[in-house]
């Protein structure tokens, strides 16, 4: 890992000497003019000018100290909490001491949103990182199995016995390549690299090819979502992939808009999720259909992808089947 750029280390003047000095020029030049006018003229400076001299003096050194005041200091206690963010992680994402003026205070809260944002991020890599490890260490350690055994004792195994280990590797490696596949897919949902705009009839043909058991009923088709049309099938797939491996035989889309935002329900007749497992539907490699190859990424990577492209997923309580909420911008761009 490379470290960051530095600044280059030489010396440079703060900014109260900078505020101070421009101050104390601007000044100084018309005040030592008219002095050295009067000087060479011959004349001195009356009581009253020089209480006007001196005046002037309080009140540049007044406006300058309130200039530093309102910028400088909260500058520097912007900087010292970026330090400390550093050094400390979350626990140093506090508001600074200082603010200054309005466009200082929204740079601040910018700067701590964009702080909480990273440290999300970093926690939720580091949590990923885990899973991941956690799902491909299972396959490889059963392949590793399977292929030592067949090596200390294919000779004495029965063809089934071999069938049987055979299928074990093949097994687990199509799993490990469903994974990869899958990482491949939240990769690309989180840096998207196309915008646009769609319908729900710019996909239901191919959703309904790719899922030919399932029932398609839509309402609402016409509505503009801005999302790309290969997101929303992507989004739809996965989820009519759930519906069906849940032994769904319909699956219902509406959507509706306010002008400016879609709500898009999709609702299917299957089994359902249980009470137990809602809250745990979106957490990445959670899944309830392990044994028949399911990898517990697809609702993930439908919410990154979501999220990618500023809309947002939710499960809906529901007694009977699933319902899921996709809340999507509204355009009145034509679709592409």
Do not use: C
């Not at 601040?108 to 799902?135: G, I, N, P, W």
């Not at 009519?240 to 306010?258: F, P, V, Y």
């Amino acid at each position: 890992m490379t470290g960051s750029p530095q600044v280059p280390g030489k010396w440079r003047p703060s900014l109260a000497l900078v505020v101070y000095g421009v101050l104390l020029a601007v000044l100084g030049l018309p005040s030592g003019l008219i002095v050295l006018v009067r000087l060479v003229g011959g004349r001195g400076l009356s009581t009253l000018e020089i209480g006007v001299l001196i005046a002037s003096l309080v009140a540049t050194l007044v406006i300058a100290y309130v200039l530093t005041r309102a910028v400088q200091r909260p500058i520097e206690s912007l900087a010292m909490r970026a330090r400390a963010i550093t050094q400390g992680g979350r626990d140093a994402i506090l508001p600074p001491t200082a603010y200054g003026t309005a466009e200082l205070a929204t740079l601040s809260q910018a700067f701590l949103d964009l702080a909480s944002k990273l440290m999300d991020r970093t926690e939720y890599m580091r949590s990923f990182a885990a899973h991941v490890s956690h799902e491909l260490k299972s396959p490889l350690t059963a392949i590793r199995g399977s292929a030592e055994l067949m090596r200390d004792e294919g000779d004495s195994m029965t063809p089934a016995e071999r069938d049987k280990f055979l299928n074990n590797i093949l097994t687990d490696a199509d799993r490990l390549a469903r994974l990869v596949d899958r990482l491949r897919e939240l990769a690309q949902a989180e840096m998207p690299l196309q915008s646009g705009t769609t319908t729900l009839d710019a996909v239901l043909r191919d959703l309904g090819a790719r899922f030919g058991r399932l029932e398609l009923h839509a309402t609402g088709t016409d509505i503009a979502l801005a999302l790309p049309a290969e997101t929303l099938g992507i989004v739809l797939g996965h989820l009519a992939d759930n519906a069906s491996q849940h032994g769904a035989t319909r699956l219902s889309l509406a959507a509706t808009g306010d002008g400016r935002s879609v709500t898009l329900t999709v609702s299917d007749n299957g089994s359902g999720i249980s009470e137990g497992n809602r809250d745990r539907l979106f957490q990445p490699f959670f899944t309830t259909r392990r044994e028949t190859g399911g990898t517990g990424m697809g609702l993930d990577i439908v919410r990154a992808m979501l999220a990618a492209h500023g809309a947002e997923i939710a499960l809906i309580p529901t007694t009977t089947g699933a319902v899921f909420s996709i809340r999507a911008p509204q355009t009145d761009a034509p679709p592409g």
